[in-house]
RNA sequence: GGCCCCGUGGCUCAACUGGAUAGAGCGGCCCCCUCCUAAGGGGCAGGUUAUAGGUUCGAAUCCUAUCGGGGUCACCA
């Protein structure tokens, strides 16, 4: 149930009346006409910029037709006042009663106030995390992890069908030079002295992999040139990869439905086929790349190769799909990973990359429009660099010394719930200061603490109003008498719940899951200063002992305030406290 | 040099994709536990939204240029 939505609809229906009367053309476009709150609730709960959007086709003065309009407004049965305001706002307050009804509606709907069928089951794909197969996770990989599986939740309680899933890049040269290091390690579980040269992984995660492949084959392999165990090693340690990088996504309560193998694409002619698609198309040519512009770029010499004609499709500049010496390029596979979504049946494709990602993002978007004739919209997330700090100073990672941060460490230290909300309590596209030491010494002054510490302040109370026999399932709490809840301090609560329905979709449709953790910590704000309110005036407190339905109007108001905030916490995956 | 992202109080970030007097948290200063959880509440100070133009009823948001910061640039994945 979302009340800004139905106000549009009676206010599109009064403009409708009015072009029935001639007053607007009867061919008038209504949709940019939008119902909002306004930003500051002096100005009434909700405000309509239709007069502005429409003065100019009928050539009135912006607050002339808001006249028009307003007057035609007032009559309606939920709306007790309507004001003109600025250059031609239409300000709308509805009547308490309206509010009242909305508190009750969530009490019955319970935790499906908010969701909707915006999606109409359509199938998407949100393509997450997708780390190489080489060691655990870090820190790098957690926010598009947090981002991505947030995301997945939102779009699922907004009516989408969704599948999470995880490509796993084991097709390259890279599982080769990991196996390699596996190798070494294992010749060192049997006191061999060995060199991590240049191009090895060093990192000690190996070590467990190793003996675990020690205690398996035995000495098998240990005195024998690579292509003895090459292929065999390559499938082990990218298993043990896999099982590493589960569990890390299982500290997140991260669990995906598919993990596609990059690797069962060769020889599957999968990749063959994509190419064809675009061939059949005229996008594949051979051809010689200009070198990169302005960029020093001593190695490059001028090479014949098979080219995507994505320029055709949005690209800067056509990207190659075979190398010189007529394999793929990683880019091959991709493609054809991307066209297998699309005959997988996926509506909506949704990929989430790092930042040092962007340069894909233009190909990738060419190729999929190429490959569905521009059917199948694919969006690109890219989650900006998380920068790492320790009291204030930047903390330097460095591959080669291998002291990266784990995202298990950084679980490990400071929970799930922080890890999860303070990720998602920024913009995708903005840079993440993380300062480990600020979350860990100061972690009550988190957000997560605050939306979590109004969540248990009324569980308490509802709690104590148990013990004072008041029922409180949601059923008897819809059925009491909320017309008695007539404070500004209540009622703007409840206003803030109303708005629960919009954020959500209107995250859902941008793809921003920051929007519900601002939000929750706004509606805990308000929770908290009713809360404070009670110190000066004990008739706004919840638990009123000399009047039991009173009790039971302001505990109706409390466990709707508490609906909404579990509902948002789960969507960004974080647990609601009980108790604190 | 090309492309992508960012630039908003001392610091970290919002701002409902063009709306009204740009909002929070931290830090600073001042108040509030005889009271449902003070991990909280109330108040004060702090801004020419990097700069310069443009578009229009209206710009932090869109366009152009400039300046800063980050990322990325064919035979790696």
Redo the contacts with the bound molecule.
Sequence with gaps: MNLFTHVREIVIEVLKELSAQSVLPTDTDFSNI?V?????S???DM?T?AA??L??SVEVK?RELAQIISEALSPKEIISSVDI?????I?ITLSNSSWHGLLSAILMSGVNFGKSGMGSSQKVNVEFVSA?PTGPLHVGHTRGAVFGDALANLLAYSGYDVTREYYI???????DVLARSIFLRYQEAFGKEVVFEEGTYPGDYLIPIAKALKEKVGDLYLNKSEDNWLPELRNFAVEAMMDLIRADLDLLGIEMDTFFS?KSLYGSGKIEAALARLRDNGLIYKGV?E?????K?D?????E?TLFKSTEHGD?VD??VL???G?????APDIAYHFDKISRGFDILIDVFG????????RMKAAVSALSSGEVPLDIK?C??V?LYQNGEPFKMSKRAGNFVMLRDLVEQVGPDVTRFVML???N?????FDFQKVLE????N?V??VQ?AH??I???IR?AEALNVDTSDDALSEANLSSLTHASELSLIKKLA?WP?IVE?SA??Y?P??LA?YL??L??EL?????????N?H????QSDDMPMTKS?IALARAVSIVISSGLAILGVQP????
Aim: aromatic share 10%; net charge positive; charged share 35%.
């Design positions: 939008t909002e709150p306004p930003k500051d002096r100005h009434g405000s910029n502005m959007v003065s100019k912006p305001a600025g250059p031609g706002f300000n190489n890049n084991d097709g390259g040269s890279q599982v990059e790349l070198p990169p512009k302005g960029k770029a190695d490059w010499e001028p090479r190769q800067d990207r190659p190398k010189s010496d394999s793929w390029t990683y880019f930042a040092d990602h962007g340069g894909y993002v233009k890219l900006q660099l920068k309590t920024r913009k596209d903005a840079a993440l200061d100061q972690s009550r002054e957000p603490f605050y510490y248990a302040r569980k308490s109370v104590k708005e919009r209107l449709r941008l921003e920051h929007r601002f910590f706004d805990s704000s908290h200063s009713h809360w404070g309110k009670g110190v000066e004990p706004l407190r919840f638990l302001k406290a009980e108790k604190m």
